[in-house]
């Protein structure tokens, strides 16, 4: 019995040094006070000395007296180094934008991360943030614009030249602005204009790309179309847009000349008359078709109607086609050999990513984890695909990419998973 607890007692410390670890860091940037109206990013880090299995769980977050939007579908990839120990992370990122002056708490939250090598998820909690949002310098009232840099670009275009009555200006006017979320870019002012109809088009507003698959502001194009009703002189208006400097708080102003635009009297002629040729024609001229073009005239004409009678037919043909197509697809993306397909590209990154692996190996042999696939493996196969794991993601410092040859060896040595045909009937009385 002495002997027994011995060996346990030794045998712990590696079983705690082979135990997966996980951290969570959460950080605002930028980092200390903020104006109402400003973007403040909560960046959360989400870090494992293995690898994800599955993407985490992000939780929602409600912070009263401010708008938060959750991260994207994207996550910027980290490779950090803690306490001599590699881990392997991804950074999501929530944008928050205070609407009241007030001293916010961020909560503790709690993340779920999937790490490789471990049976069940693990539950992080972060720490708690403190942050204050502080009034805008002078009266600001209704919708504020709060950036850290915001410019105002326009473009006019006619569409002909010069301009008649019955043509029409297009103007567009581009806002860009650093710091901020694109949905709370305000409208530009596109006023009426006497003389002119105005035609209001919808805005395309999309997030301001920081190059890196990120984020770092919004942009919104506005456009508006005038059509002209007589001629004379039009001035399409200046466009002014204030904004506030979420460093200093400072009310700023950014703005757009107005535009010129002249309308000369006339109508538009065709370049030539067809008045005389009409009248040189008379009313005897007679036409006449050769008997060829008769016959084409009627077997288009036959065909058309038979095309029209068989509609129904071909509508129930076409969508037939339509689902059997679809089908193929579905079948094609469930198959093993689109999982190798991904699986191939995915393992030719650095560092390689195992996702399409293991759908491979579920969907050839129905494993569900390497270990039990190796083991069907032939034992020297087994152990190198063992060890290039190991390799990997390891502790081990270098990554080595798996060579093709092995990876064609592992596909052409899984065996297929074995499927029972169900018998139909009753079974057995006496088995």
């Known amino acids: 019995m002495k002997r027994l607890l011995l060996l346990l007692g030794l045998y712990l410390p590696l079983l705690a040094l082979a135990a997966t670890e996980a951290r969570v860091q959460t950080r605002l940037a930028p980092a200390g006070d903020t104006v109402v109206g400003a973007t403040v990013e909560l960046q959360v880090d989400l870090l494992v000395d293995t690898w994800f299995t599955q993407p985490p769980v992000l939780?929602?977050?409600?912070?009263?007296?401010?708008?938060?939007?959750?991260?994207?579908?994207?996550?910027?990839?980290?490779?950090?180094?803690?306490?001599?120990?590699?881990?392997?992370?991804?950074?999501?990122?929530?944008?928050?934008?205070?609407?009241a002056a007030q001293t916010f708490t961020l909560a503790a939250q709690s993340f779920q991360v999937f790490p490789g090598q471990s049976d069940t998820p693990i539950t992080l909690a972060s720490e708690p943030l403190t942050f204050v949002a502080k009034p805008l310098a002078g009266d600001a009232v209704?919708?504020?614009?709060?950036?850290?840099?915001?410019?105002?670009?326009?473009?006019?275009?006619?569409?002909?030249s010069p301009l008649r009555a019955g043509d029409s200006i297009t103007r567009r006017v581009l806002t860009r602005a650093e710091g901020t979320q694109?949905?709370?870019?305000?409208?530009?002012?596109?006023?009426?204009?006497?003389?002119?109809?105005?035609?209001?088009?919808?805005?395309?507003?999309?997030?301001?790309s920081d190059g890196r698959g990120g984020a770092n502001g919004g942009q919104r194009e506005d456009s508006v179309t005038y059509v002209v009703s007589a001629a004379g002189h039009y001035q399409l208006p200046a466009i002014e847009l204030q904004w506030w400097d979420a460093v200093t708080g400072q009310a700023r102003q950014a703005a757009l000349p107005p535009v010129e635009i002249d309308v000369i009297e006339g109508t538009y002629k065709a370049p030539f008359s067809i008045d005389e040729d009409l009248?040189?024609?008379?009313?005897?001229?007679?036409?006449?078709?050769?008997?060829?073009?008769?016959?084409?005239?009627?077997?288009?004409?036959?065909?058309?109607?038979?095309?029209?009678?068989?509609?129904?037919?071909?509508?129930?043909?076409?969508?037939?086609?339509?689902?059997?197509?679809?089908?193929?697809?579905?079948?094609?993306?469930?198959?093993?050999?689109?999982?190798?397909?991904?699986?191939?590209?995915?393992?030719?990154?650095?560092?390689?990513?195992?996702?399409?692996?293991?759908?491979?190996?579920?969907?050839?042999?129905g494993r569900y984890t390497l270990f039990e696939f190796s083991q069907d493996l032939p034992?020297?196969?087994?152990?190198?695909?063992?060890?290039?794991?190991?390799?990997?993601?390891?502790?081990?410092?270098?990554?080595?990419?798996?060579?093709?040859?092995?990876?064609?060896?592992?596909?052409?040595?899984?065996?297929?998973?074995?499927?029972?045909?169900?018998?139909?009937?009753?079974?057995?009385?006496n088995p």
């Open 379 to 429: 034992p020297s196969l087994g152990v190198r695909l063992l060890d290039w794991l190991q390799t990997c993601y390891g502790k081990a410092t270098g990554v080595i990419a798996p060579s093709s040859p092995m990876l064609n060896q592992v596909r052409r040595a899984a065996a297929p998973e074995r499927r029972i045909r169900k018998r139909k009937g009753l079974k057995p009385l």
């Open 279 to 365: 009248r040189a024609l008379g009313r005897q001229a007679q036409l006449r078709l050769p008997a060829q073009r008769l016959w084409l005239i009627g077997l288009l004409v036959l065909g058309g109607g038979l095309i029209y009678l068989a509609r129904p037919w071909l509508q129930a043909a076409w969508r037939r086609f339509k689902a059997w197509q679809a089908a193929r697809r579905t079948a094609r993306l469930q198959s093993a050999d689109y999982a190798w397909t991904l699986a191939r590209k995915q393992l030719a990154q650095s560092p390689p990513e195992l996702g399409g692996l293991y759908l491979w190996i579920r969907r050839r042999t």
């Open 59 to 99: 939780p929602v977050i409600n912070l009263p007296g401010a708008t938060v939007s959750a991260p994207s579908g994207e996550a910027q990839h980290l490779n950090e180094q803690h306490d001599g120990k590699t881990f392997f992370g991804l950074r999501y990122t929530y944008q928050i934008t205070p609407q």
């Open 182 to 208: 694109a949905m709370l870019l305000p409208p530009p002012p596109l006023s009426e204009v006497a003389g002119l109809k105005r035609y209001v088009q919808t805005p395309k507003v999309a997030p301001l």
């Open 142 to 160: 209704g919708h504020r614009l709060v950036a850290s840099n915001v410019s105002l670009t326009q473009q006019t275009q006619l569409s002909h």
